[in-house]
């Protein structure tokens, strides 16, 4: 079954702080991306990659960076950490672009910025 | 731009009860839609998928969904509801050149 591991599970940060959530796939797939998840607003896009050395903004880029080093591995990068980035953070993975493609979820990494 | 709709944030039933989630999605050309689940302190889990063909699809543990293109609806049922059903299901769209897209999500709890 497909695997994909986060770290931390929980993190408290505080504002202005760097913060780095990492994310390891064994699946072997192509795609990996990073969503955020709040009350209201289900889950949303914030970056994404479709092969080591790739990243692309997803609909809600501004303050995070992104990094594909390997196929297996995707980070999610807060330069300055604020409050309102408080959220519980998803990594995926996938192996079609688009259309059919089917994520597989890791368990989330709960973020607070203090 | 497509876009995708749950109405209903929370949903109470008893256990052995039948159950439907609903999704409402607006696109012009063709998508994919997806329903996922989320147990609470997980990550989502797939459940099922429909693109074309028959238009009601089956999934895992006794869920299935069907697609209406006339309501613009991908709609989730399950006959009979079990305890462990509770969770957050969402639904998801997709097209051939956009990424997925979810639904804010739907709380389904279980009595017993």
């Known amino acids: 079954e497909a695997a994909v591991t986060q770290s931390p599970r929980n993190k408290v940060a505080v504002t202005g702080g760097k913060v780095t959530l990492s994310c390891n796939q064994t699946?072997?797939?192509?795609?990996m991306y990073w969503y955020r998840q709040d009350t209201g607003h289900g889950l949303r896009l914030i970056h994404y990659?479709?092969?080591?050395?790739?990243?692309e903004k997803g609909d809600i880029p501004d303050g995070y960076k992104a990094s594909r080093p390997s196929q297996e591995n995707f980070s999610l990068i807060l330069e300055l950490a604020t409050p309102s980035q408080t959220s519980v953070y998803f990594c995926?993975?996938?192996?079609?672009?688009?259309?059919?493609?089917?994520?597989?979820f890791g368990s989330g990494t709960r973020l607070t910025v203090l | 731009t497509q876009t995708v709709s749950q109405s209903d944030a929370h949903v109470t039933v008893f256990e052995g009860d039948s159950v439907e989630l609903r999704c409402n999605y607006s696109?012009?050309?063709?998508?994919?839609l997806s329903w996922y689940i989320q147990h609470h302190g997980h990550g989502l889990q797939f459940l099922l998928k429909?693109?074309?063909?028959?238009?009601v699809v089956q999934g895992v543990n006794g869920f299935e969904a069907e697609f209406s293109k006339s309501d613009s609806s991908f709609h989730l049922r399950k006959a009979s509801v079990h305890w462990s059903d509770s969770a957050v299901y969402f639904c998801?769209?997709?097209?051939?050149?956009?990424?997925?897209?979810f639904g804010t999500g739907t709380r389904l709890q279980v009595l017993p």
């Open positions: 998801a769209v997709s097209s051939n050149t956009n990424k997925v897209v």
């Open positions: 995926a993975s996938g192996r079609d672009r688009g259309s059919a493609e089917t994520l597989y």
């Open positions: 429909y693109y074309s063909g028959n238009p």
């Open positions: 696109y012009g050309g063709s998508i994919y």
């Open positions: 990659s479709y092969g080591a050395g790739s990243t």
């Open positions: 699946n072997n797939h192509n795609n």
